[in-house]
């Protein structure tokens, strides 16, 4: 399969719904750009910035990974997650929280690091990397924000810059901290989506994060085979059965392992 194969093969999938998807995909042949440019909710992608950001502090002694947090119980959220529904587990590393925001989409863990690190500081890294589209109103779960009109955008295209960060050597993060995030990444629970046709023992590697919301579907991944690496955004929304759109990200996804494999 050829880019030009793979890009005709997603056109296909998202044929009848194109208005409701935003893709950006970066291969080693070229990129593929659909509504890329267009900023939607972003869900828990923006967990992604938050990661980067955390681990930019971290370099900077800002905090600590091992500092304990004690949650209380006005600290934690509904919606993704499991700190919220647990008996008597109430004490986390900020290296633990960062991972269950991550790994889960815990919602209690990543307002606490979200907390720690600073909204405004999310944003401006956001800045620094050219990601125009890409801002945070609110933390998650916070209804009456919501309501009053404050949401977390960002672009297909702007979520790719920030997995570019990941998987690229460069200035915003350390080669240590890369690693560390690319692991977290690796670990990841949700596996419905871009990574839905991927066997656990497969040889190619993929490390993402997912994001929805009523009626939102999206996917973020870098997928590594041999020495060949994609970054492959996929971000919908306008859904009235989210399982349509995981349907589609997902055969989106089967494509893509297909492409790595066989360039």
Known sequence: ???????????????????????????NDGDIAINAYEPRKAASLIKIPILIEAFRQLESDLFRADSLVYIEQDMKV?????????TSSNVYSYKNLMELMIIISDNTAANIVLDKVEMYQVNALARDLKC????????????????????????????????????DHCKTIN???R???VKILSNQQFRDKLASYLPFNSDVHLYHKS????????????LEY???????????????NNGIGKRHIAD????????????
């Open 1 to 27: 399969m050829n880019q030009l194969q793979l890009e005709t093969g997603i056109r296909t999938i998202i044929n009848e719904t194109i208005d409701n998807f935003s893709i950006f995909i970066h291969t």
């Open 252 to 263: 989106i996804g089967n494509l893509l392992i297909d492409y790595i494999k066989s360039n």
């Open 78 to 86: 509904g919606g993704a997650g499991v700190i919220n529904y647990l």
């Open 226 to 240: 041999q020495n060949k690496r994609i970054e492959a955004v996929v971000m919908s929304e306008g859904w009235k």
């Open 175 to 177: 080669d240590n901290s």
């Open 132 to 167: 125009e589209h890409t801002e945070m109103q609110r933390k998650f779960m916070d209804i009456a924000s919501q309501s009053a009109g404050l949401e977390n955008y960002t672009s297909a295209y702007d979520m790719y810059q920030f997995l570019s960060t990941i998987a």
């Open 211 to 222: 994001g929805e919301l009523d009626g939102v579907e999206h996917d973020a991944a870098i």
């Open 179 to 181: 690693s560390q995030i």
